[in-house]
Nanobody
Framework: QVQLVESGGGLVQPGGSLKLSCAASGSIFNIPTMGWYRQAPGKQRELVAIVTAGGTTNYADSVKGRFTISKNNAKNTVDLQMNNLKPEDTAVYYC?????????WGQGTQVTVSS
């Protein structure tokens, strides 16, 4: 079983920045895939950014150039630096981890971009 603890959400004005952090603990015996998804009201959950076990990084087109994901394999943590935030980035952000044995989601952290 793997547990995820997220932090860093909040309210920010358009053009502002936030950093989300996620720490994984539990039965992690290999380098995992870790990333962030988000779900806005009335919409499906979507990929924001992810780093695979092999080190490949993928971003949603809507966040390329504004968001940066970083994963620490030694600590099993993943951060999401979000710059130049827009109102359409408002959503609940979920941390995600996948190992050969299982996958897990964090509890979600609210990000609201509003003036």
């Amino acid at each position: 079983q793997v547990q995820l603890v997220e932090s860093g959400g909040g309210l920010v004005q358009p053009g502002g920045s936030l950093k989300l952090s996620c720490a994984a603990s539990g039965s992690i015996f290999n380098i995992p895939t870790m990333g962030w998804y988000r779900q806005a009201p009335g919409k499906q959950r979507e990929l924001v950014a992810i780093v695979t076990a092999g080190g490949t990084t993928n971003y949603a087109d809507s966040v390329k150039g504004r968001f940066t994901i970083s994963k620490n394999n030694a600590k099993n943590t993943v951060d999401l630096q979000m710059n130049n935030l827009k109102p359409e980035d408002t959503a609940v952000y979920y941390c995600y981890i996948r190992t050969p044995a299982s996958s897990s989601w964090g509890q979600g952290t609210q990000v609201t971009v509003s003036s």
